[in-house]
């Protein structure tokens, strides 16, 4: 049986992709630093602080001498709250973001490496976001933290050339997770795939990645938002009246 990490699996897009793979088969291992509960028999989850090194590491050595190797390292992890002007930011916030972020995902890539894992064949998937390169005011910490994803995505695909080990990100766009979350006609309407995306839009790009067979995509950044960054926008753009669907 396949198996795959996925961190920062205790909620949202990572809770999705771990019921996704488990549906599939695949013995799914989440990390997250809050406690959660899975009824699924082949989801195991692991409570560690993606800005504790030795949590990763123990979490990810506990996992392969129990069950094996991993064939695939999704870091979904993140924190992506802190939405103020620069001028407000403390360093610390700065730094939590990017320990969690990017720090995080660089730890969770070298713990899979020096682990062994995916010597027969392996992927790691790296959840970037379309803020890398296109954002709102206020968002420094966030963007920078999934721009630097992205270059360690380019950086590990060239790392590892003599390896069995393909390196992609998937920045996603606008994705619902909560389905209570009231969404207007206008949401929807302004993706020119005609709707917002869905935790399983980043599911299908994951699973997609993760076989085998699929080792010529290697060093990408696949984004997944409907099509809104190829979108010129104006202000004063009209757009259609709101309505909740």
């Not at 999705?16 to 082949?42: C, I, P, Q, R």
């Not at 695909?157 to 994705?175: E, K, M, Q, R, Y």
Request: aromatic share 10%; charged share 20%; proline share 2%.
């Amino acid at each position: 049986m396949k198996q795959v990490l996925i961190t920062g699996g205790a909620g949202g897009i990572g809770r999705a992709l771990a019921k996704g793979y488990a549906a599939k088969g695949w013995e799914v291992f989440v990390l997250d630093k809050e406690k959660t509960d899975f009824s699924e028999e082949n989801i195991h989850f692991f409570q560690a602080d993606l800005c504790r090194e030795e949590e990763i590491f123990g979490c990810i050595r506990q996992i392969v001498s129990d069950y094996g190797a991993l064939q695939v390292l999704i870091n979904n992890g993140g924190v992506s709250h802190f939405q103020k002007p620069i001028t407000e930011v403390s360093a610390a916030e700065f730094d939590r973001v990017m320990d969690t972020n990017l720090r995080g995902t660089f730890l969770c890539c070298k713990a899979f490496l020096e682990m062994k894992c995916g010597e027969g064949y392996g992927r790691i998937i790296n959840i970037a976001s379309t803020r890398f390169a296109q954002n709102e005011s206020n968002w420094e910490a966030y963007g920078a933290s999934k721009g630097g994803i992205v270059s360690l995505t380019n950086s590990l695909c060239v790392s590892l050339h003599n390896t069995n080990i393909t390196v992609n990100a998937i920045s996603p766009g606008w994705i619902v997770t909560d389905e209570a979350e009231p969404l207007s006609l206008t949401d929807h309407r302004q993706h020119p795939s005609g709707r917002v995306g869905k935790p399983r839009d980043i599911l299908n790009v994951c699973l997609f990645l993760s076989e085998e067979e699929n080792d010529f995509i290697n060093g990408a950044n696949i984004v997944v938002d409907g099509g809104m960054t190829k979108r010129m926008f104006y202000y004063g753009t009209p757009y259609d009246q709101s309505e909740e669907v």
